[in-house]
């Protein structure tokens, strides 16, 4: 069996993670979150997986974890995340750079063999090319939350070089999935619509993202750990289909049959990009099979929600 543990487990992205390597049956898995924004209901029931409630910016409480069993991999998904919250709780965001040492510090002392890191497409920040590209397009935002991506990026090239700890760095764009909160555009929408509100637009709503499917994410996540790839690389994981906001907003009222109305709301003063593309050659090769299109997933996350 192979051990993993997983920080902001009982979070979307981190328990996702879960239940697609429970499904595989050789891993034994630990997931750790302070549930800010992570659920219980959202942790995987099985023999092989161990809930404990921990913030990981914690030395204490998380050294206390690592140091009574021996973890084979880290993945470090444990961040203050959305929009609003991280704009308007800036310093507890750059409270999460002592999570980030914490994790490098104790996997290093502790023979972990390789730390996976969530970046996010919020380092590119307005980005001055299309699609964003991981080693050619400038990381130029000066949000807290960017910030924070970019700097634990840069840990984790540090502790390779001064301490030999491999790292993967996984920029995420758009992921959406039958377990995301209410604070991101896709569940907002799909929530509104669902129950006939109106769905508020910022601005005109022509900023363009890509979104991916969980199972796109997760999928090409374990494939990376079980073929040894990405080893000291950073890859752009999302898709690269744009659709802008008001498109989304039109299909999704389309798919739910909803008598919801767009509305548009004034542009947001900061944080709200124009444009998100990512180049994702990288993950296309990993994953080896197309990636699921945006109508198709949202008709898998309604099947769950309908």
């Given at each position: 069996?192979?051990n ?41 029931q ?148 669902l ?18 499917y ?20 950073v ?13 989304l ?58």
């Open positions: 069996m192979t993993i543990l997983i920080t902001g487990g009982a979070g979307f992205i981190g328990s996702s993670l879960a239940d697609y390597l429970l499904q595989k049956g050789n891993y034994k898995i630990v997931l750790v979150d302070n549930l800010l924004t992570g659920q219980m209901k959202h942790l995987p099985s023999e092989n997986c161990r809930f404990i409630k921990c913030d990981a910016n914690s030395y204490a409480n998380l050294s206390a974890i690592m140091t009574c069993q021996t973890f084979d991999y880290v993945f470090h998904y444990a961040a203050v995340v959305g929009v609003k919250r991280t704009l308007e709780n800036p310093i507890m965001v750059l409270d999460d750079l002592q999570g980030i040492k914490n994790i490098l510090e104790l996997s290093k002392n502790t023979g972990v063999k390789r730390v996976f890191f969530s970046s996010s497409s919020e380092v590119y920040g307005e980005p001055v090319e299309s699609p964003q590209r991981e080693y050619s397009t400038p990381l130029n935002s000066r949000l807290p939350y960017a910030i924070v991506k970019n700097v634990g990026e840069a840990f984790c090239r540090s502790y390779k070089q001064e301490h030999n700890l491999d790292y993967t760095i996984l920029r995420f764009f758009n992921t959406y999935g039958e377990k995301q909160s209410s604070d991101f555009v896709m569940s907002k929408f799909l929530k509104l619509a129950a006939n509100q109106d769905i508020p637009l910022y601005g005109d709503g022509l900023q363009s993202r890509t979104f991916c969980i199972q796109d994410n997760v999928e090409a996540t374990v494939n990376a750990l079980e073929q040894n790839l990405l080893i000291n690389e890859a752009n994981f999302g898709n690269d289909h744009i659709t802008s906001i008001l498109e907003a039109k299909i999704i009222i389309k798919l739910t049959d909803s008598k919801s109305k767009i509305v548009n709301l004034p542009p947001l003063p900061e944080g709200d990009m124009t444009r998100r593309q990512p180049e994702i050659s990288k993950m296309k090769q990993i994953l080896q099979r197309p990636l699921i299109e945006l109508e198709e997933g949202i008709k898998k996350v309604l099947s769950k929600k309908m």
